[in-house]
């Protein structure tokens, strides 16, 4: 599978953004999708996924800002981020799962920059 992001910038602390990423084959075919991040200095973390019957699971810090979804027609995952704070800075990477989660394999697409100005 592969994964493109597009989407990412320098936005303005308060501002919105919405990351997209586009699969390869069809999202029917994908365990779960998922959005991680990566600050400087920090391990990657998960922001949100969501799984083949939209299933949704966030880290507390985005709830109430961020949405995932996806379009399965478009073979796309989207990530709406609102009321972005300089701590969301940060490499966003698509993830695809495609198996069961015990033993499934991952794939990532190669990541987009997200930068949060205060």
């Known amino acids: 599978v592969q994964l493109v992001e597009s989407g990412g910038g320098l936005v303005q602390a308060g501002g919105s953004l919405r990351l997209s990423c586009a699969a390869s084959?069809?999202?029917?075919?994908?365990?779960?999708l998922g959005w991680y991040r990566q600050a400087p200095g920090k391990q990657r973390e998960l922001v949100a996924d969501?799984?083949?019957?939209?299933?949704?699971n966030s880290t507390d810090s985005v709830k109430g800002r961020f949405a995932i979804s996806r379009d399965n027609a478009k073979n796309t995952v989207y990530l709406q981020m609102n009321s972005l704070e300089p701590e969301d800075t940060g490499v966003y990477y698509c993830?695809?799962?495609?198996?069961?989660?015990?033993?499934?394999?991952?794939?990532w697409g190669k990541g987009i920059l997200v930068t949060v100005s205060s």
């Open positions: 993830n695809a799962l495609v198996g069961p989660r015990e033993y499934g394999v991952d794939y």
């Open positions: 084959r069809s999202l029917f075919s994908i365990n779960i």
């Open positions: 969501i799984n083949r019957d939209g299933t949704i």
